[in-house]
Each structure stands twice: as structure tokens, then as C-alpha cells.
């Protein structure tokens, strides 16, 4: 008997373009998106693509980017929650969404409704998906991905707790392991020798399941950063960052040169005016101007992504060239000076994450500059950008 289903999940409610009162926004350049799938497949070398959109799309605005991906040619989705995949599947997304982060407490017989897969990460969870079988509310096997964990302790089903669980599956024929996967936990490391002993372990879980009959079609094992280094490509690939223009470095070194960053953070100048030598800036008064300077006001502070760790610190771009961050960045707003932007006035276009072209000159600020300065990784930074700031997608 099927049942309506309870609408458990509550869904995430972020600021709409409609609500963009304030000129702080995110513009997400779906061109440049497309150009890096593209790059990806390139490198995935027929291996199939599956999105990874955990944490709304690495910021990005998960339901517009995986129709514009899937429309692109995407083969699947990775997020990490439920949630996350019930919303893709509201947003009509119709390829294959993996759950990977496989907590799925009362909300199982929801991931089935939905037709999302889950991960099997723990011997103990294919009771509870044999029963759904059971009582009918999957109609044949149940499709599952496992996970093993071969060197990276967050999650999967031990080298040393794998040979129990392959005797374990042939006692239960409703659930079905069509893939098998890993996560690599030095990827982007210069040595590429943990990232070889944990495939090395991953061949040889594959063996024994081999050898306990349970052979899965799709192997995966390769983010961003081993797919660019050619490790690890399989049968499946999944890519995060990549696809949205940052490439995991080694060594200081961006493993490509050829991916666009799709988001642009920008606000603009509210308030300008000009202070004394020795005038305190911000909360604190951490920063005093050196020379009699004209300091700019952002709408925009660390409620909004702008990292207090920012605070004289880091810089954004006015009229093409950079201007510092001055004083401690608020939750709301932010100054910077422009003693030395000629020009720089009230309304102008204020730069924090991208490029902007302007008559002082072109620059550009990444997610991996941001990220220095914020003692961070790129990927924080993208997805620190908050709900607050509305997402204006851009077909060029
Ligand atoms: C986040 C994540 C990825 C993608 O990682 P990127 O470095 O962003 O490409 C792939 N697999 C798993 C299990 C992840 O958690």
C-alpha cells in the first residue's frame, strides 16, 4: 500500500533575486559552467561525470546549476544529504543522484520515493534496506552504492570489516551494490603515494567482493583533484570544485589552466568619506589611517561570506584596481580604503570575488587568493558565500 509521503524534509529558503534590494549579490556565469564540464569530460576520458552539488552547489545555487549540467550533459549528481537530493529532484532533475553522505536515519523510505541511492557505508544499514524490499515499498532489489574506507577514517566500511559484510550481502538478495566507491584523502597532495596505496586497497576490496560474488558495475573513486592528475578515473568521476573554475592545487601549482570560475561576488560603494591621519577605523579600532584617507563602505560583511579573518587583510577591486580591506569586517558591512582609487565614488562597483575591467586597469580576485588570506581553502570560500546574497544566473 502506498502512502502519500509526509513531508518530512524541510526545504532551505535563501534569499531570491526578486529580494536583492541591497547590491550585494553572487552572479553565476552558466557559460563558464558548461566550459568546465566540458574540461572535466575531457578529462574523464569516457568515464562518467557525476556533479558533485553537496552544500547548494558549492554555493553556487544547487537546482539551477544541475539543470543547466544535466542540460550539458551531465551523466549524475553527488550531494551529501537527503535534503539536498530531494531538492534536486523538486527542481526536476531526472539523472541519477547519489547520497553520499549516508545518513539517512527515518528518511530512508524518503530516499526511495525519490529515487536517490544510497551509500552503504555500515554492515548494519542493509537490514534496514533489505526491509523496505520487504515490505514492498522498493518493487525489486534495492540499488546501493558501498563504500569502503581505504585510508581517510570519515566514512565507509573498513578494509577489516569488508570481508564480514560480503558474506553478509549474500544473505540479503534485495539489496543490490551496483557501485563501489572511495574517497581520496591526499588527492591534491605532491606526493602521490597515499593516493596509490588507498586505489591499491580499493583494487583489492574489489577482488574480494569479486570472490564473495558481488561484482558492481561503477567504480568511483576520483574528485577534482585526482581527475585532473589522471588518478583514479575508473568507471565514474566526481568532480566538485573543478566544475566551478577553481583547480585544486599541488603544491602551490593549479593542477589546470583551462577552467573558468563561474561566481562573481560583487556589492557596490554606499557611503565615502574622508578621515584624519590617525582616524580609527571598525569595531576595535584596528586599523588608523596612516595619511588623511578616504575610506568606502560595503554592504556586505561576514554574515555574507566576507570572512572577518579578511579584516586588513584582504583586498577587493574598484574601477579595475585593488583597494585594501580596512579595519575589522562586520557582520554586515565592510570598509576599504580608496585613498589611491581615483575617482572611486559612491555606487561604484565593488569587486570581491572575480574580475572586473575598469578605467584603472583589469584584475581579478580568486577563490584561492580569498582563501590565503582567510587562512581557508577555496571551497570554504565558495561555499561561505551565504544565503543572504542573492544568485543572479548569467546565460551570456
Ligand atoms: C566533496 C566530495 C567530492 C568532490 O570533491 P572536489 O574536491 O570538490 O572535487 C567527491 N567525493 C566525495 C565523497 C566528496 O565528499
Redesign the pocket.
Known sequence: MSQPLVPRILRPRRAAPADAVRPTRADVNFESLRHNLRVVKKHAAGARVWA?L?ADG?GHGAPAVARALERAGADGF?V?LVEEGVELREAGIAAPILV?GGHYGGALEEVVARDLVPVLHDAGQIEAFARLVRAGTVPGPLDVHLKVDTGMARLGVTMVDLPGLAARLADYPEVRVRGL?T?LAC?DAPDEGPSAEQIRLFDEATALLARAGVRPEVRHAA???A?LRGQARLDAV?????LFGIA?CVGGVPLSEELRPVMRVRTEIVELRGVERGAPVGYGATWRAGRPSRIATLPMGYADGLSRRLSNRGHVLVRGKRAPVVGAVSMDMAMIDVTDIEGASVRDEVVVLGAQDGPLGRDAIGADEIAAHADTIA?EVLTSVSRRVPRFYREP
Open positions: 558533485v553537496k558549492y553527488c551529501a553520499m566507491m574517497h588527492a574528485n577534482s583533484a581527475l566526481r568532480p566538485g570544485l573543478a585544486p571551497w
